[in-house]
């Protein structure tokens, strides 16, 4: 029987950045609309689709060796288990989302000290309610099913919510008071399966494949040649650069230099390298950088 590791998936908000993110590291996955069960190109691998808020529960109990799933979701499980490693991307962007304290704009509560007797409706439940306590406030949390942002003021006073941008909060004539956590994608790992060598050692190769994915994004390498004389000065308008690569071309006197470069920096570099004596131009795309 050949060795696997069962993965899970997170569906939903985070499915297609994910698969996208696994598409990047190396991993074609087909996603049937009729099946859970995803085929993988690795036949070391095998996935399954759960939402982001079960996938802590099923690896610490086991039936998952690994899975993708929010910090956030680790702790309203108050899940046991091992992180492998930060995966920071989301739904729409790179950066850590966080669940935020949103009332409407206008509202008399303009802190968590004003929600004493009042309800809040929030998927997270268990983390809003530990906030409450730290901060020694009595109120009734109930469970969202979805649409949060729409039951306030009629149904609820205050709602705990999870934003990149805010955006769909102002669009609710919503404003943030306060920040309860941020979160960020992980890849977790039941304990027990951490501890076999194998398993450990394939989780790891998929994270840090992953991780190679997400330092690729929005960078893109520079190929170009110049002449000798102007290598000194093509080196000084490239600061942030960590020893690039330079090596001789079989024309006497010129060089090959490569380099990555964040992508929204490109365009004046492009300029700036042509000014200082760069030829034969090249950008590229990447895929992973892996340190």
């Not at 950066?95 to 409407?104: D, E, G, Q, S, T």
């Not at 690729?216 to 520079?222: C, F, P, Q, R, S």
Request: some cysteine.
């Amino acid at each position: 029987m050949k060795k696997k590791i069962k993965l899970g998936l997170p569906k939903g908000s985070l499915q297609e950045s994910t698969l996208r993110m696994l598409k990047k590291a190396g991993f074609s996955v087909a996603v049937s609309s009729r099946s859970y069960f995803p085929s993988i190109d690795d036949p070391q691998i095998e996935t399954v689709l759960l939402r982001a808020q079960e996938l802590p529960r099923y690896v610490e109990n086991g039936v998952l060796d690994c899975g993708i799933t929010g910090a956030d979701w680790v702790l309203e499980n108050n899940a046991k288990i091992d992180l492998v490693t930060d995966l920071l991307y989301a739904k729409q962007g790179m950066n850590p989302v966080r669940w935020v304290l949103a009332v409407p704009c206008g509202s008399k509560i303009k802190s968590v000290k004003n929600l004493k007797g009042k309800r809040i409706a929030t998927e997270l439940v268990n983390v809003t309610r530990k906030y409450l306590k730290r901060n020694k406030v009595k109120a009734d949390v109930e469970f969202s099913w979805g649409a949060t942002e729409a039951k306030v003021p009629q149904l609820v006073d205050a709602i705990v919510e999870l934003t990149e941008t805010g955006s769909s909060l102002r669009a609710h004539n919503l404003e943030i008071i306060d920040t309860i956590c941020y979160s960020t994608t992980q890849l977790i790992a039941n304990k027990r399966s951490r501890r076999d060598r194998w398993k450990k050692e394939k989780m790891d190769n998929v994270a840090m494949l992953l991780k190679g994915a997400i330092q690729a994004e929005d960078k893109v390498g520079l190929k170009l040649n110049a002449q000798a004389k102007n290598i000194k000065k093509i080196l000084s308008i490239l600061p942030a650069m960590k020893n690039p690569t330079v090596s001789n071309l079989s024309r006497k006197g010129w060089y090959a230099m490569e380099i990555v470069t964040d992508e929204k920096a490109v365009r004046e570099l492009i300029q700036k390298l042509k000014k200082a004596g760069a030829v034969s131009i090249i950008e590229y795309n990447l895929t992973k950088v892996i340190p």
